[in-house]
């Protein structure tokens, strides 16, 4: 984070928005030339700042209308089956992140589903077949009121 100044985070807050933006038009709106807004766009990259560019698709315009924050309980914590259950996670095209959580349960899954039948299948035939699991808590969302994928560079 060190080799970061203003230029390059203003840099990255223009990628944030729109990554389909040009080196010229990234160039322009922060005020640099094309060739040295470039060449710090590839540092960028090189160092790790920008780790990939994937279009944002609307879910429920796809239908994907159902979205679930699960809260998984192992009924054991050795290694093995850690592994056993973050492998098999991964494979769930509908568990969109995962993530190992402090407090009572172990992991929360953001899970998105056509509607509850196809979250109630899910559920029955992949979540609750893996070893292991002691508790699972679904959470239905009701209101979507902010999803971004900003990071809030200004606290850097």
């Known amino acids: 984070m060190e080799n970061l100044d203003k230029t390059d985070r ?3 807050a223009q990628l944030q928005k729109n990554n389909n933006l040009s080196a ?7 005020g640099l030339s094309q060739s040295p ?10 160092e790790g700042y920008i780790s990939g560019g994937v279009a944002t698709l609307n879910r429920k315009k796809l239908g994907l209308k159902v979205v ?5 309980k192992l009924s054991m914590h050795g290694w093995n089956m850690l592994n056993e259950f973050e492998e098999a996670i991964v494979s769930f095209p509908e568990v969109l992140e995962c993530w190992t959580i402090s407090g009572g349960m172990d992991f929360t899954l953001r899970v998105v589903t056509k509607d509850i039948d196809s979250y109630e299948h899910f559920l029955r035939r992949k979540l609750l077949q893996l070893p292991h699991i002691k508790e699972a808590q679904s959470n239905f969302t009701m209101t979507e009121v902010k999803n971004t994928t900003e990071l ?4 850097i």
Do not use: Y
């Not at 807004?37 to 090189?46: D, F, K, P, S």
């Not at 679930?68 to 998984?72: A, H, I, P, Y």
């Not at 809030?152 to 606290?155: I, K, M, N, Q």
């Open 10 to 12: 203003k840099i990255l």
């Open 24 to 30: 010229a038009e990234i160039a322009e709106r922060v």
């Open 37 to 46: 807004c470039w060449r710090r766009i590839n540092r960028l990259q090189e």
């Open 68 to 72: 679930v924050f699960v809260q998984v």
């Open 152 to 155: 809030p560079l200004e606290l």
